[in-house]
């Protein structure tokens, strides 16, 4: 249940009445005071709620499972800030990269490659997720110290994933915003770390994932204390097999109109192969993606998993792209350059 006061005055009576059986907290946003509880409901006495004054709203979570992350919270588009990036407003921002970092070498030259181009976030995985223990399981904390290595000879902004709870304090030194991945979009731990730390966080959706479920996931980040939620499509899994995963375009009107949080796309998972990254950038970019997310690479003959290095498009291929994109970018009143 979520209960929405008129003012900081009257959170102490909400919350006499709440107290006991139920976990309570706070959440204060520009001009707007809530208290939201979770616990037996049944047990919460709503008429001495209503009776308090300055109660103003009584939110039915039942009916409303992802109430912050909803355009019934806010109907007006959030914007999330990432350096001197806005994710969500009439730029159609371009967050490129590796998929993991493996080196300083390689990293520096795709971020330089890319810097030149107009990108201004970089992404690369210190900490990756993968299907086998075989697989490189990216370097750590080495990589977190090469990515701030990074942003700091080319200026550009730093993106990495987090797995683990624990990580996600350390990364919040080294990186500007997180990425939970696909197969970490239920982990209510790391989510909970998430919304602690505060930095912007790009929430990708599961493949086998319900929008709905999206936002519930989205809601915890923002329940937990921070409102600063991308939400981002890359495919899910479908009968398909010539490509990785079938990216849901349609995710991107459906997410607008239930919820004000950016939306962006990953093309480079879905497709799985470069050849089909640019299409389906232009279709994202139509469909009202807030930004692309694409992997990149200098070399991609020197990455060490052949699955990264097939769908990894050069910088200069990036550059070309974004040149693409400009016309249909503006055919439908945004621009990515
Ligand atoms: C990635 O971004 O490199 C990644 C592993 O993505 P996903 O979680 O979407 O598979
Ligand atoms: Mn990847």
């Known amino acids: 249940m979520i209960i929405e006061v008129a003012d900081r005055g009257t959170i102490p009576a909400v919350q006499k009445v709440l107290q006991g059986t139920h976990e309570v907290r ?17 047990t919460i006495d709503q008429s001495a709620l209503k009776k308090i004054d300055g109660v103003l709203n009584i939110i039915d979570t039942n009916q409303h499972p992802y109430y912050f992350a909803s355009r019934v919270f806010k109907e007006k588009d959030t914007i999330v800030r990432v350096g001197d990036v806005e994710i969500g407003g009439r730029r159609v921002a371009m967050i490129a990269g590796p998929c993991a970092v493996e080196n300083l070498d390689d990293t520096l030259e795709t971020a330089i490659g890319l810097a030149q181009t107009g990108v201004k976030i970089l992404r690369g995985g210190a900490f990756k997720p993968r299907t086998t223990p075989y697989n ?55 989510l909970k770390r998430l919304g602690e730390v505060g930095k912007p966080v790009i929430l990708k959706r599961n493949a086998y994932s319900t929008l709905a479920n999206l936002l519930k996931a989205a809601e915890f980040i923002i329940y937990n204390g921070n409102p600063h939620v991308i939400l981002c499509e890359r495919g899910v899994k479908t009968q398909e097999t010539a490509t990785r995963f079938t990216l849901d375009v349609s995710a991107v009107p459906v997410l607008k109109r239930l919820s004000h949080l950016p939306v962006i796309i990953d093309p480079s998972h879905a497709a799985g192969h470069r050849d089909l990254v640019p299409i389906l950038s232009k279709c994202s970019v139509v469909a009202g993606a807030d930004a692309l997310l694409i992997e990149s690479h200098v070399a991609p ?7 990264d290095a097939d769908q990894a498009l050069h910088p200069t291929e990036i550059q070309a792209l974004m040149k693409d994109l400009q016309p249909i970018a503006e055919a439908v009143g945004r621009t990515v350059l």
Not at 31 to 41: L, M, N, Q
């Open 26 to 42: 706070k959440l204060i946003f520009p001009e707007r005071f809530f208290v939201a509880c979770s616990g037996d409901e049944r």
């Open 136 to 190: 490189f399981q990216g370097l750590g904390l080495a990589g977190l110290k090469i990515l701030a290595e990074v942003r700091r000879r080319t200026g550009l902004s730093v993106v990495t994933e987090v797995i683990n709870p624990e990580d996600v304090e350390i990364a919040a030194e080294y990186v500007d915003m997180m990425q939970v991945g696909m197969f970490n979009m239920t982990n209510t731990p790391l």
């Open 301 to 307: 003959e020197r990455m060490i998993k052949p699955g």
